[in-house]
T-cell receptor, first 114, second 115 residues
Framework: GNSVTQMEGPVTLSEEAFLTINCTYT??????LFWYVQYPGEGLQLLLK?????DKGSNKGFEATYRKETTSFHLEKGSVQVSDSAVYFC?????????????FGSGTQLTVLP | KAGVTQTPRYLIKTRGQQVTLSCSPI?????VSWYQQTPGQGLQFLFE???????NKGNFPGRFSGRQFSNSRSEMNVSTLELGDSALYLC??????????????FGEGSRLTVL
């Protein structure tokens, strides 16, 4: 079956530090990969996505590259801000089978200190 | 355009009661999915509806049910509530749930507390 493994949190960084949140996946078919972000008290918002190997998704200074050879989709940001404090979820939607639901990782809590 | 709207945002129930949660998708979106979020289990898929038909169901007991109306609005129902049903229930909509490259748009969720 499909699964997503995310780096354990929580992660605490100082403002302007470099961020990496690791994400690896297992899928039957050729999945699309997503990073969602959840701010306190809110639902999930799509941060970025990549739909095929070697695609790079980017948004708001965050980037992630779809690496098929290592089955990874690590999230990076060069300089984090206090406003980036949130929970980040890596997720996939598989192309195979009839199901199209998102399979999520466990989430990584990020706290950025001023 | 308006996002996904979920009601109510917060509710408290006691064990044994039943609850109905509502979701209005983004206009034009025909697929509605429901997810349960808990600290212990994370985000888990409940079910997906498209054109009033349930197309996919997660691994939850029969106490969890849902439906979709002709205007794509959806409801989910949980009967005989248990303490473990306390969670944030998230609704997500998309144009067509079959497009695995497509984004799901989430509402802010309904937070259910079972006492």
């Amino acid at each position: 079956g499909n699964s997503v493994t995310q780096m354990e949190g929580p992660v605490t960084l100082s403002e302007e530090a470099f961020l990496t949140i690791n994400c690896t996946y297992t899928a039957t078919g050729y999945p699309s990969l997503f990073w969602y972000v959840q701010y306190p008290g809110e639902g999930l918002q799509l941060l970025l996505k990549a739909t095929k190997a070697d695609d790079k998704g980017s948004n708001k200074g965050f980037e992630a590259t779809y690496r098929k050879e290592t089955t990874s989709f690590h999230l990076e940001k060069g300089s984090v801000q206090v406003s980036d404090s949130a929970v980040y979820f890596c997720a996939l939607r598989d192309s195979s089978g009839s199901a199209r639901q998102l399979t999520f990782g466990s989430g990584t809590q990020l706290t950025v200190l001023p | 355009k308006a996002g996904v709207t979920q009601t109510p945002r917060y509710l408290i129930k006691t064990r044994g009661q039943q609850v109905t949660l509502s979701c209005s998708p983004i206009s034009g979106h025909r697929s509605v999915s429901w997810y349960q979020q808990t600290p212990g289990q994370g985000l888990q898929f409940l079910f997906e509806y498209f054109s009033e038909t349930q197309r996919n169901k997660g691994n939850f007991p029969g106490r969890f049910s849902g439906r979709q109306f002709s205007n794509s609005r959806s409801e989910m129902n949980v009967s005989t509530l248990e303490l473990g049903d306390s969670a944030l229930y998230l609704c997500a909509s998309s144009l067509d749930g079959r497009a695995y490259t497509g984004e799901l748009f989430f509402g802010e969720g309904s937070r259910l507390t079972v006492l």
